[in-house]
């Protein structure tokens, strides 16, 4: 489970694939900024093309809830939402309003996905490792 900013740090998701996540969880306080496309905000589509990224890339389900309502002059816009595996949305709750809302998830859909997506298993972390001690000792 990842909280607000945390998720936005893709090494954050990532490290949580390699430790063998399934679903990232996520809970923010995500107030909405700009206006966009067909009164949509900025920053929720912006959220949603992120979740909706790491669900891919990391073949997982990402489960975000964000706070909604107004406090201190801030607006928080809800949108809720679940991705699978292959990047597609399970469900998203309503912009604005309060909301419970249940899914139902297939972990079997993990397998399938990452049979036909093998990311995890060929990803070369004896690289990673190498590259971060040589970044980090040119720091």
Known sequence: ???????????????????????????????????????????????????????GLFTN?????????YEDGLNFWGGSTIFDPDGNL???????EEALTIAEIDLNQLHRTRARLPLLRDERTNLIQHELERILSES
Not at 61 to 69: C, I, K, L, M, Y
């Open 90 to 96: 399970v469900v998203r709750t309503p912009d604005f």
């Open 1 to 55: 489970m990842l909280i607000c900013e945390d998720f936005w740090h893709a090494s954050l998701p990532y490290l949580l694939w390699l430790d063998g996540a399934d679903i990232l969880l996520f809970a923010s306080a995500s107030p909405g900024r700009g206006l966009h496309k067909d009164s949509l905000l900025s920053s929720s589509e912006w959220v949603e093309h992120t979740n909706r990224a790491y669900a």
């Open 61 to 69: 389900f990402v489960a975000h809830a964000n706070r909604v309502g």
